[in-house]
């Protein structure tokens, strides 16, 4: 089984805590609250959908940049506002 760190952000619409993993850190099995996020883990998960385990809502992992650390927030997933790629 390999290693990797964890953030944990908070799920708008019911609360509850969802864990999104990456493997750009340093990858000691270390948790963040999606308040303190290096920003390389940030960087790495800034896209990226999970679903949330109580209330089944999909969280788009959103990077906010700051000098060190990144904040950053689960977003309810809606696939009628996605982008195409041609744009």
């Known amino acids: 089984m390999g290693m990797f760190d964890s953030v944990y952000v908070i799920c708008p619409k019911c609360g509850g805590?969802?864990?999104f993993q990456s493997k750009?850190?340093?990858c000691l099995?270390?948790?963040y609250?999606?308040?303190q996020v290096p920003a390389i883990i940030a960087a790495d998960l800034d896209g990226d959908s999970e679903f949330c385990h109580l209330c089944g809502e999909e969280i788009v992992?959103?990077?906010f940049s700051l000098p060190e650390?990144?904040?950053c927030v689960?977003?309810?997933y809606d696939p009628d506002n996605e982008e195409?790629?041609?744009d």
């Open 84 to 86: 195409s790629e041609d």
């Open 61 to 63: 992992f959103c990077a």
């Open 17 to 19: 805590s969802i864990e």
């Open 69 to 71: 650390f990144v904040s």
């Open 33 to 35: 609250t999606q308040d």
């Open 29 to 31: 099995c270390t948790n």
């Open 24 to 26: 750009a850190g340093e």
């Open 74 to 76: 689960g977003l309810q």
